[in-house]
C-alpha cells in the first residue's frame, strides 16, 4: 500500500498472481522473471487479448519497479500500524471476515487494503448502501436534498455512502446522522487526516455511527489524483450512486460513470434546467445513464432492481419466511430476537459452517430480516 | 358536428362508414338498420372482438339516436358558416388540402371538421410542429421555460402547438411569437370565442402569425369535457409533445399520455424536486414515458427521432440534395428561391400530378428545403 498508487492495476495484479508476501518479496529482490507456467496461466494456449494484456502487465511492471525499490527504503509498516491504532483506526485486508466481498468487481484496481476507523462493520454495512454524490459547489437546493435524502435513507436503515468535502457529500452524511443507520465516509487521504478542516465535528460523528474509509496509509495527504481514484470506491462499496448537484464536469459524474462500469444503478437529482449545478444530473438523464430519483424511497427502489436477492417487493423487507431456502430457514431460527449473537455461534446452532453462516447473514441482512447491532447478529423486529 | 360531442367515436364510426351526407340523412330518417354486407365489412367472418365492437358500435348508436335527433332540430349549419366566416374563420374537413393527414391516426375519434383562423395553412405548419403544455398554475419558472422553449422553437423554424389557457400556454405562444415560425392555439370553444378573456391580445397576435383551431364550430362555450378531449387534437397535430410544469393530475398529464397512445414521442422538463407544479413531469420520468428535455435543441432532438423523413442528423436539415428520390429532386428544383409558387404550378413544372406535389412538397418541408410563404412554396435560403 506504501509502494504502488492507490489503485495501480499493475500492483493489484502481482498481488493476485503470486500473493502479497511473495509479491513484496520479489520487488525487493528486483525480480519479476515470470515462469513459464505463470505466463501459460494468465495468457492461457491463445495469443490474442491475453497475450496482449499480459504483455502490457510486464511492461508496466518494468517501468515502476524502480520507483517501487526506491518508496521501499522508506516504508515503516509497524509505525504505520501504531499509527493507525493510535487514532483509533484498523487495518482490514481481502480475506477478512469485515471485507467487503464486492470490491472483488473492481478486479485488479481492487484496494490492497482498507484503513477503517469508526464503530460498525464495513461489509455488514454496505449491505443495504446508497452512495449519495455531488458537487462541493452545492447550492442551497442542493444541500437541501442530499440532507433529506441522507435522512430519509438512514431513517429506512439503509446505509449513506460518499466523500468527506463541504456541499453534497456532507450535507448526505449530516442527514444520515439524523437516523439511525451507519453513514460511511469514503477519504483520498489516511483516516488520521481530516480533510477539509472544518468537518472535524462531522467525522467525529461519523466515527460514533459509522466508518471513515480508506485505502491510504496514515498520514498520507489528499491529491486530485487521489479524488479521482478514490470514487471508484464509493461506487463499488455501495448497491447504487445516487448523484444530487453535479455540474457538466463535476466528479461526481465520474463516480457515476464507475458505477456504471460496475453495472450498479444511477440515479440523478432533477433540478432548475436553469441552474447550471443540476446540469450533470439532466445529462445523466438525457442519456439514460440515470433513473430520475426524487426521493429516499425512489433511491431505494433503484437499488431494490439489483441482485436476487432482493425481496421481491421493491420497497420493503416483507418476503414471507417460507420462500427462504432451507439452509436460510435454518441461519434465521439460529438468530435471537434479544441481545444478539456472533457468526460462530449462530453457525453452529444451525449446524452450518462459518462460511455459509457469515454469506446466509448477509443474504437475510439485505433481506431486512436480520441487523448487526453492535451486540451481534439480531432478527429485525416488525411493527 | 353540432349533433355529436366533440371526439365522439360512435360519430365517427358512423360517418367513415356512411360518409357524412348519408349518416346525416339516416339520423334525421332515423334509419340506423345496418345492411349485412356493412356488418359483415365490419365483423369480419370472425365472431371474436370485431364482433363486440360492431356490438358496442350498435348499442352506443342506438342509445345516442334520440339526442341526435333533438338537436338536429336547432342547428342551423348555414348560419354557422356564416357566423364563423364573420370572425374571419374557414372550415376545413378530411380530404381537403389544408387537412393535417396525421389526424387519422385517431381513428374514430378524428373530429369531423376543424375551424381555422389565422394566416397559415394547417397542414404545413403541422410538418415540423411540437406541442409545448403545462399547468395554468404555473411558477415562475414554468412560465420562463415555457417562453423559452417557445422562442427556441419558433426561432429554429418550428411550430409551437398548445392549449390557449393562462400559464405554461400562454408563455409558450408567447415564445414562439418572437421567432417567425407559426404558433398554433388548440382551444376547447369556437374560435370566434376568447377564453380565458385576457388572452384577446394574445390571440388576435396568434391569428396574424399563426392559427386559432377548435372542432367545435362557432359560440360553442369551453367545459371541463372539451377540454380534455381537445387535448387529443394537441397530441395528435404535434410531431411531439413536451411537458413543462405539470403537477400530478394536470391536464398536461392527459395530452401526454395522448400523444404516447399515438405513439409520439413525450419529453418533460425537470424542475426542483420541492416543487410539485414538476411532480407530474419528474413522474413521467420515472415512469420512462419521458425524455428529459431541457432546451428547444433538446426538445427537436426528442422529435427527430420520428419518420424516415427526417434528416439523418437530427439537428437540422443537412440531408444532401443527391440522396433525395427523382421525384422529390425534381419538385424541389420546381419550387422558386424567391416570391413563391402554389402546387399546381410546381406540379406541371415538374412533371408530376398534384397529389404527388403535395406529398412530396410536405416532405420536402419537414426536410427543412422548402417552406410555405404567404406568396406561396419557396426554397429555403441556406446561411
Redesign the interface.
Known sequence: MRLADAGDPVMGRLVSLWGPLEALERIRRGDMALGPGEVGGEAGGEEGEGGESWKRFADGLRRRLGAWRARLRGVDPKRDLAVGEACGARLIVPGDIEWPSQLGDLGDTQPLGLWLNGSVNLRFSCLRSIAVVGSRAATA?GI??AATLGAELSGAGWTVISGGAYGVDGAAHRGALTGEAPTIVVLACGVDQCYPRGHDTLFAAVRGQGLLVSECPPEVFPTRARFLIRNRLIAALSRGTVVVEAALRSGALNTANHALALQRHVGA??????SDA??GC?QL??QGKA??V??GE?AIDLVGLIGGDLAPDRRGPVLPRDRLSEVSRRVLDAVPARGGAGPAAIAVSAGVDLTTALSTLGTLAAAGYVHHSPKGWRIVRRP
Open positions: 437546493y437541501h436534498m437529482v432533477p433540478g432548475p434546467v436553469t443540476s446540469a439532466h438523464l438525457r433513473i430520475c426524487t426521493s425512489d
